[in-house]
């Protein structure tokens, strides 16, 4: 064989076994979209969780359909055989997979040199490893063993951080001199038994240590009702310090969630679920609305003629990002996203349950009206986290 007969033939085998590498990744990235998107939608548990075991299903399962699909024999994509040699099907389902692979380089691409400063960015941050503070290393059931045996997991650990932004107002009157609030934001509790209730009773002792001026809470409370009457308990105390306001999210959706409604209010919690509430702090008129769609409640107010110097909505899903900046919010916060969860090297996060996949997945989005904030979270209902500590944010707001 003449060396430029074999240099080509080196080159078709690359590119057949890029095109099968193209199409195992491209398969992968195509199922992570249809299951972040779908969980932004209100769609029943019983079906989301089908999905997720379809997609657990395709993902390792696709690379053997493809080699049985297009096989080893001579002239085959693993063999150095050219894509456009290969039956119709095949050609079709590679080109149809591969082309994930390009949202994939885009998300990747965005991740690395934008979103990664966003999701970071803070002024000052301690980082604890509760369950060495504690001392409490309970755990609850099998996800409970897996998580805390799940090398590097920071589930037990607490990120409590200071953010700043700086707001600017149409509604701002001259007169006044600039103001800066203290908003406690923290979501995504997940009482599922896994962190023990050591663990959120550290969390309140070190909210109750940041001075705050209004204190939020933006949804998934329980996962395990029957720890409903805790997960109160451990909250209550935090209505001594400062008004709190919530909105529910879609976990508690699952469940009773006027229950839940009623037992946090009934607690000194307020819900601002579907509509908004103006509270005077720092002498200023602070309107505050709240979002729980697409899963309950009605639509927040417009607030864009309000009488107030700062509006701000609560809203579980930061999908709702348009939706505020139409009713004239200054500034969104959010959670539901967990930050991903679990940020692989490299690529960022993977998993995020938004239409905009992990666009928003957690951080802080100062370059837009209304600014958002997307806190990583607290719990989780599957407790692994992977380079996406929980977080405990304390937002200075200047307007
Ligand atoms: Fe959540």
Redesign the pocket.
């Known amino acids: 064989m003449s060396e430029s007969a074999a240099g080509n033939e080196a080159v078709s085998l690359l590119a057949g076994w890029m095109w099968f590498a193209a199409s195992v990744i491209g398969n992968a990235e195509f199922w992570v979209i249809l299951v972040n998107r779908s969980h932004a939608l209100p769609i029943a548990h019983r079906r989301l969780k089908l999905l997720r075991r379809l997609h657990d299903l395709a993902v390792p399962l696709w690379p053997l359909l493809l080699l049985w699909l297009n096989g080893l024999q001579q002239g085959s994509l693993l063999r150095g055989g050219s894509l456009w040699q290969q039956s119709l099907w095949t050609r079709r389902l590679v080109l149809f997979t591969s082309f994930w692979c390009l949202t994939l380089i885009l998300q990747v691409l965005h991740w690395q040199f934008r979103q990664k400063r966003q999701a970071r960015e803070c002024t000052a941050s301690r980082l604890y490893d509760v369950k060495a503070e504690t001392k409490d290393s309970a755990v609850a059931g099998v996800p409970g063993l897996l998580a805390a045996v799940w090398p590097g997991n920071q589930y037990c650990q607490l990120d409590v951080n200071l953010k700043q932004i700086a707001i600017r107002t149409s509604r701002q009157r001259a007169e006044q001199p600039p103001q800066t609030l203290r908003i406690l934001h923290f ?2 509790l ?1 009482f599922t038994g896994t962190p023990g209730l050591s663990y959120y009773e550290f969390l309140v002792q070190q909210a109750e240590l940041q001075a705050a001026d209004l204190i939020v809470f933006t ?2 409370l329980v996962d395990k009702p029957e720890l409903l009457p805790e997960a109160v308990r451990i909250l209550q105390p935090l209505t001594r310090i400062a008004p709190c306001l919530f909105v529910l ?3 508690d959706w699952r469940y009773d969630y006027e229950q839940i409604r009623q037992q946090l209010v009934e607690s000194g919690w307020r819900s601002v679920a579907g509509t908004a509430m103006l509270l005077r702090i720092r002498d200023r008129m602070v309107l505050i609305g709240g979002s729980e769609r697409p899963w309950m409640s009605d639509e927040p107010p417009q607030v864009r003629e309000s009488f107030s110097d700062l509006t701000v909505l609560l809203s ?1 899903s930061p999908d709702q990002l348009r939706r505020a900046e139409q009713l004239g919010y200054d500034l969104m916060l959010s ?4 930050g991903g969860q679990v940020i692989l090297p490299l690529i960022g996060p993977v998993f995020s ?1 938004s239409r905009y996949g992990v666009a928003l997945a957690a951080g802080l989005f100062q370059q837009q009206s209304p600014v958002l904030h997307v806190t990583r ?1 607290v ?3 599957d407790p692994v986290r992977w380079n996406c500590s929980p977080e405990l944010t304390l937002l200075e707001v200047s307007f």
């Open positions: 979501s995504d997940h949804g998934d999210g879609n976990h579980h959670g539901h996203t967990h349950p979270g719990g989780a209902k």
